[in-house]
């Protein structure tokens, strides 16, 4: 997708919600960005539901695992910048993505805490949904997350995700075995209730930056 100029600004953006900016990550910009995410997964409190951060990761870890996960053409991953501070405050992208299936996995990782619960991840999370159909053209969207993690079920199911199933006891975390779940939304739903409600939202504004 073309990137636009914000007029107003001089800022260059890849994505815009209204509170934040979804931006690609520059070759130059990994060492940094890594660092950022190392400093997020090595967080007990970030990484408290999820697979990863039962291992410490450092700063060359960080960026050769960023590396790899840019390289995939697999994967299209954005930096999540807060629009008002210019601050970055996590990652989240589609990962997996099989064009000829037509379908992909959301991963969102808000690292900077103080951002929770403030709407980014239903920003960022609708944002992507948009951009997985609308401009990659897929045709499912599917994420999991484990059981006990209310704040994600309660942000993927606001965005339109539907429950489709239980992995039980996919993780040992936290001294406990949890359950996933996986859920996800199709094209058809997300054409027929969510699009013309994220266009508005979000695109309309585009048109007169043009
Ligand atoms: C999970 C995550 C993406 C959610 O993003 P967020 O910006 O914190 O969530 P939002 O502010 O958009 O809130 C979404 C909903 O969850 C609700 N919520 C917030 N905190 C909550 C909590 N502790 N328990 C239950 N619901 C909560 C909000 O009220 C909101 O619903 P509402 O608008 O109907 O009130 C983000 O917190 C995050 O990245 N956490 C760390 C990494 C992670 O867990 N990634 C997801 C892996 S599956």
Redesign the pocket.
């Known amino acids: 997708m073309k990137k636009i100029k914000n007029k107003s600004s001089g800022q260059i953006y890849f994505l815009k919600g209204n509170n934040v900016i979804l931006d690609p990550i520059e070759d130059k910009d990994v060492p940094k960005i890594a660092g950022l995410i190392g400093k997020w997964t090595n967080d007990p409190v970030?990484t408290y539901?999820?697979f990863t951060g039962q291992r410490p990761k450092n700063k060359k870890q960080a960026a050769a695992n960023l590396r790899r996960d840019l390289e995939s053409e697999n994967n299209i991953i954005f930096l999540a910048v807060d629009k008002k501070t210019k601050k970055p405050i996590?990652y989240a992208g589609l990962y997996d993505i099989n064009l000829i299936v037509r379908k992909a996995e959301f991963r969102?990782?808000?690292g900077e805490k103080d951002?929770?619960?403030?709407?980014?991840?239903?920003e960022i999370t609708e944002l992507i949904t948009f951009y997985g159909f609308d401009r990659i053209g897929l045709n499912r969207i599917y994420?999991g997350?484990t059981s006990a993690?209310?704040?994600?079920d309660?942000?993927y199911k606001?965005v339109g995700y539907v429950y489709e199933g239980t992995r039980r006891e996919d993780l040992y975390r936290n001294s406990t075995y949890y359950d996933s779940v996986i859920m996800a939304i199709l094209r058809k739903d997300y054409y027929k209730n969510l699009y013309h409600l994220h266009v508005n939202k979000f695109f309309k504004k585009y048109e007169s930056e043009k």
């Not at 951002?115 to 239903?122: A, E, I, L």
Request: hydrophobic share 40%.
């Open positions: 970030v539901y999820l996590g969102i990782l808000i951002f929770w619960g403030k709407g980014y991840g239903t994420l997350y993690h209310d704040r994600a309660k942000t606001k």
